[in-house]
């Protein structure tokens, strides 16, 4: 990964033509429900980044951003390089008529704080295996629930800023890849919804993928 200096950035669209379950760099495959793994004949992928388990295909639209290291979107604050893109988002989601907002680092911290109470732990660590199971500082979410997912990966010669939308929200894969146990399965059945939406249900329509790039890049325009 490198951007040349003086580089405004670059930005690159993408959207799976079938699915496919990604891993977060430091999850291991052992998380994954092996029966279902081969009964859904889906293939398996590790990211760069840190974060937990995406289902990428039709439903998802991510977006890899490019940045050289000196560019003024990347600060010496990780956390707060999210929130220009998470803003971004915001404001190319209000376009399209969907009222969002960003999670506040303070919530994003109270919700990874609940792993560490005994009254919470075992569900919380249960839906953390789904990076739409929880929330990260500058994501986005709708009627409270994510819709935009975050993540990132920086190197001495530039910054991979990276977020996938979900235009429609399935998770019955998910819980069957991720639930080991018939209880675990149904803690993810009840808890996802809870916790991630699709721009579909927030829209009360189905928004074609071009639709939104388009409406991305021109609220970008306004902050570069």
């Not at 199971?133 to 009627?143: M, P």
């Amino acid at each position: 990964m490198a951007a040349l200096p003086g580089e405004s950035g670059t930005l690159y669209w993408s959207q799976a033509e079938s699915r496919g379950l990604v891993l977060g760099f430091s999850q291991k495959e052992s998380v994954l429900n092996q029966a279902a793994l081969i009964t859904q004949q889906i293939p398996l992928y590790h990211r760069r980044a840190g974060g937990t388990a995406v289902l990428v295909g039709p439903e998802l639209l991510s977006l890899d951003v490019l940045l050289p290291a000196e560019h003024a979107f990347i600060l010496s604050d990780i956390v707060e390089s999210y929130r220009w893109l998470g803003t971004v988002w915001v404001t190319t989601l209000e376009s399209l008529g969907v009222e969002t907002r960003l999670v506040s680092p303070q919530e994003a911290h109270a919700q990874r704080a609940m792993l560490k109470y005994e009254a919470t732990r075992s569900r919380e660590a249960i839906l953390n295996r789904a990076c739409f199971g929880t929330f990260s500082s500058y994501e986005v979410i709708g009627k409270e629930r994510k819709v935009v997912g975050l993540d990132m990966i920086r190197r001495r010669t530039g910054s991979l800023l990276q977020a996938g939308l979900l235009l429609k929200c399935d998770i019955e894969p998910l819980i069957e890849l991720l639930g080991h146990t018939p209880e675990e399965q149904s803690i993810l059945r009840e808890g996802l919804p809870e916790r991630a939406v699709g721009l579909d249900i927030l829209a009360g329509r189905f928004i074609p993928a071009m639709e939104v790039i388009s409406a991305f890049e021109e609220a970008l325009s306004t902050v570069i």
